[in-house]
T-cell receptor, first 113, second 113 residues
């Protein structure tokens, strides 16, 4: 049973446009959500996170939105750049267990020049 | 800053052989964990540790052993390698106050033939 779902395996956008990556979760105990970015042959790197007590967190070109009632979060990248091309993983942790992350399967983002 | 260091980067094993994947971190993080990444599967937690001397199983622990004798090191042992253990392995570390933001090593690509 997949607790964190990223239903789009891939996404292609034009440089300068907005990229929207989506993530759904099923476990109501999750209270912290993270996005990781991964380039080929490298480890995942932390991008941005959001606590369940918030509905939005912004960091430069990256914004994460959380809709708790729908158990849905999304990552917005504006404007998208070719260097953003990577696999993006959504991850979640439960209160008191933030040493364990549950990951989605990832979305491959391709930003075309 | 070294961060999380994994060795080796690549390894080929024969079925039945044993080996140890090394992981070291220099951030004085209490939490360390091992994940495996398979195509289309995202990252899955194998084992984790919340401090020296304390380890526990994650989602896919079978065929692997861990120990944590120091804060810095968290080796992963494959007892008798099987083709199903062909994967990319990532070690990660995080701090209790870090809201689960994990820092990952560059990964070990393991092939079992």
């Amino acid at each position: 049973d997949q607790q964190v779902k990223q239903n789009s395996p891939s996404l292609s956008v034009q440089e300068g446009r907005i990229s929207i990556l989506n993530c759904d979760y099923t476990n109501s105990m999750f209270d912290y959500f993270l996005w990781y970015k991964k380039y080929p042959a490298e480890g995942p790197t932390f991008l941005i996170s959001i606590s369940s007590i918030k509905d939005k967190n912004e960091d430069g070109r990256f914004t994460v939105f959380l809709n708790k009632s729908a158990k849905h979060l999304s990552l917005h990248i504006v404007p998208s750049q070719p260097g953003d091309s990577a696999v993006y993983f959504c991850a979640a942790s439960a209160q008191g267990s933030n040493y364990k992350l549950t990951f989605g399967k990832g979305t491959l983002l391709t930003v075309n020049p | 800053n070294a961060g999380v260091t994994q060795t080796p980067k690549f390894q080929v094993l024969k079925t039945g052989q044993s080996m140890t994947l090394q992981c070291a971190q220099d951030m004085n993080h209490e939490y360390m964990s091992w994940y495996r990444q398979d195509p289309g599967m995202g990252l899955r937690l194998i084992h984790y540790s919340v401090g020296a001397g304390i380890t526990d199983q994650g989602e896919v622990p079978n065929g692997y052993n861990v120990s944590r004798s120091t804060t810095e090191d968290f080796p992963l042992r494959l007892l008798s390698a099987a083709p199903s253990q062909t994967s990319v392995y990532f070690c990660a570390s995080s701090a209790p106050a870090g809201q689960g933001v994990a820092f990952f090593g560059q990964g070990t690509r393991l092939t079992v033939v």
